[in-house]
């Protein structure tokens, strides 16, 4: 069952499988990262260095880099942005749109040359439809959740049974380069 709302945009494993180079050639020029779970592992404190290397790829071909996080401990945010090099959007309560809004306006960039990457459906790919950007759905990067995010894993993985992994079912969207 597809519901268009709920549809990543491309699905892979971990941020690092994700080719910089495609966002840039497909007409991307800002990358909202969501903390718990895409970036930092839940339970850890900081970023993994693949994570690091990645934002640094990321910067150095232009790409413009910002945490949008509904965490709410402002200490963690701050030590992963420092860590990514990146500005933070706290208490960002995706799905609503408003914390992604804030960042692409921070940084001048109009939704269709924006992405999300995050790793629940429920909230970054809703909150990524709600703001008319696209979600790049990753894996959560551990087992361990908050208590609603694990009441609600089974229904993610229930509407994303048949979404497959990789570029290959993305479409062209509005502002989209296909390849």
């Not at 007409?27 to 640094?56: E, F």
């Amino acid at each position: 069952m597809s519901v268009p709302a709920l549809t990543p945009w491309c699905r892979l494993h971990a941020l690092s499988e994700l080719d910089p180079a495609e966002l840039e050639a497909r007409g991307i020029r800002l990358v909202l990262l969501d903390r718990d779970n895409t970036c930092v592992p839940r339970g850890c404190k900081d970023p993994a260095p693949d994570v690091i290397a990645w934002c640094a790829r990321a910067r150095e071909l232009g790409l413009r880099l910002a945490l949008v996080s509904n965490n709410w401990s402002v200490s963690a945010l701050a030590r992963t942005s420092e860590a990514l090099s990146a500005p933070v959007v706290t208490f960002a309560l995706k799905p609503l749109p408003f914390g992604l809004k804030r960042a692409m306006e921070a940084a001048g960039v109009p939704a269709e040359q924006t992405v999300l990457v995050g790793d629940q459906l429920l909230t970054d790919v809703l909150g990524g439809s709600f703001a008319g950007i696209p979600v790049i759905l990753v894996d959560p990067q551990s087992q361990k959740d908050l208590i609603h995010t694990r009441l609600l894993r089974p229904v993610e993985a229930r509407l994303l049974a048949g979404v497959p992994y990789g570029w290959e079912h993305v479409g062209e969207g509005p502002g989209r380069k296909t390849s």
